[in-house]
Nanobody, 123 residues
Framework: QVQLVESGGGLVQPGGSLRLSCAAS??????????MGWFRQAPGKDREFVAG????????NYGDSVKGRFTISRDNAKNTVDLQMNSLKPEDTAVYYC??????????????WGQGTQVTVSS
């Protein structure tokens, strides 16, 4: 079983930046051969897809609400997936989670989630 640990969240003012990190452990081969993504969930809202990256890092996709502001990256040697968030807006406030992606989709692969990391954008 792959363990997923998110970190890097915090309180930031609108227009600020944060860098989130997802550390995976348990199976290096699984991580390296699996598309990964970031999701977020705000209170009273459904969990939504934020960004995804192919296993090799060659293809990256973003939700419409974050395009041009967020950048996803991965380091397979370290088993990490990062999310650089710039120009943050109050509507970005949510708990952010990482997960593997089902092949050819923006849907989560694992049926479990890490604890997530809270991002709060407020003045």
């Amino acid at each position: 079983q792959v363990q997923l640990v998110e970190s890097g969240g915090g309180l930031v003012q609108p227009g600020g930046s944060l860098r989130l990190s997802c550390a995976a452990s348990g199976s290096g081969r699984t991580f390296r051969s699996t598309d990964m993504g970031w999701f977020r969930q705000a209170p009273g809202k459904d969990r939504e897809f934020v960004a995804g990256i192919s296993w090799s890092g060659g293809v990256r996709n973003y939700g419409d609400s974050v395009k041009g502001r967020f950048t996803i990256s991965r380091d397979n040697a370290k088993n990490t997936v990062d999310l650089q968030m710039n120009s943050l807006k109050p509507e970005d406030t949510a708990v952010y989670y990482c997960n593997a992606l089902k092949a050819g989709s923006h849907l989560p692969h694992y049926n479990y989630w890490g604890q997530g990391t809270q991002v709060t954008v407020s003045s």
